[in-house]
């Protein structure tokens, strides 16, 4: 049984309240991408062994979207989020590499202009 | 005009806990600005109540005010008062980012009442009771349909679902509260 904490309601709640929306953080790619980009934003999921991070929908509770950073070998979740984030708080990432040191957590490695701020 | 009907007039159950479909309800939507002075004064207004915290009910006599979301509210009023009031709060927030919709008739209402309600409502729903406050709104899943629920005094609980499904909830809460189903004595 998975069970996550709605950052905008506060709720812990098991999973069958809640609905999975898919990988969380793509980039989306359209009208003038390339044929090859396309496919891989429609169709490519990273599906790792590890720690993943994932959307999620309130769905019986608040009906605000969330992302959930979690291992889907252990199910130990990391930490939830608003999906109004574009990239995972600098402070979860710290502690999910604390605790994973091999996870591949390479899309965020590069320091934006956020993490400056 | 036509006499309104609430879902399921006068069903009741009794078992260890009482079921009871609670009547006509007055019930409005309203989503916005939670911040906004200008929402909550129009709040106060339509129902006496403040604005009420995250996953908070604030009740006033037959009124209440109840956080569903960051940015809805549900407003509980006597099912008379619910088309005027709404009436008012467009007003009252004419400028503001907001909307209202009365919800009274799409909605069906159930008051399940006794020492060991809880036990019945344990059955139904995925959440830690133990952990519920008694001024708080949870809004969850009544076995396979959406449902709120909150205590309008200790142990007496309100449960809120869509109208379609109010012969499903019943049937559910019928048979929750069946005797010698308690979880503990
Ligand atoms: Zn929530």
Redesign the pocket.
């Known amino acids: 049984m998975l069970i996550l904490t709605?950052p905008?309601?506060g709720?812990t709640a098991e999973e069958t309240e809640l609905a999975l929306g898919g990988e969380a953080h793509l980039k989306r790619y359209g009208p003038g991408d390339s044929d090859e980009q396309f496919e891989a934003y429609m169709f490519a999921r990273k599906n790792p062994k590890g720690v993943h991070f994932e959307r999620w929908r309130?769905a019986y509770?608040?009906g605000?979207w969330f992302i959930a950073a979690r291992c889907t070998v252990t199910l130990e979740v990391f930490g939830t989020y608003p999906a109004q984030t574009a990239r995972p708080p600098a402070d979860l990432l710290a502690a999910i590499r604390a605790k994973r040191p091999s996870a591949d957590l390479s899309d965020w490695d590069a320091a934006t202009p956020e993490d400056a701020q | 005009m036509s006499e309104p009907q609430s879902a399921l007039p006068g069903r009741r159950a009794a078992g260890f806990a009482t079921v009871a479909e609670a009547g006509l309800q007055g019930m409005i939507t309203l989503r916005g600005d939670l911040a906004s002075p200008v929402l909550a004064a129009a709040v106060q207004q339509a129902t006496g109540c403040a604005m009420p915290g995250p996953r908070r009910i604030v009740q006033a006599g037959d009124r209440a005010a109840a956080w569903m979301s960051p940015d809805e509210l549900l407003l509980i009023l006597p099912h008379a008062d619910a088309p005027g009031a709404a009436t008012a709060l467009q007003a009252a927030l004419a400028g503001e980012h907001a909307l209202v919709a009365e919800v009274s008739d799409a909605r069906a209402m159930f008051a399940v009442t006794g020492d060991k309600a809880v036990q019945a409502l344990a059955k139904l729903f995925p959440v830690d009771f133990a952990a519920m406050e008694p001024d708080e709104i949870r809004r969850s899943r009544m076995a396979q349909v959406a449902a709120a629920l909150w205590q309008a005094a200790p142990g007496d609980w309100r449960i809120v679902c869509f109208r379609s499904v109010a012969a499903y909830a019943f049937g559910l809460l019928d048979n929750a509260v069946r005797p010698g189903s308690e979880l503990t004595a």
Do not use: A
Request: overall charge positive; charged content about 10%; aromatic content about 0%.
């Open positions: 709605c905008h309601c709720v309130h509770g608040c605000k």
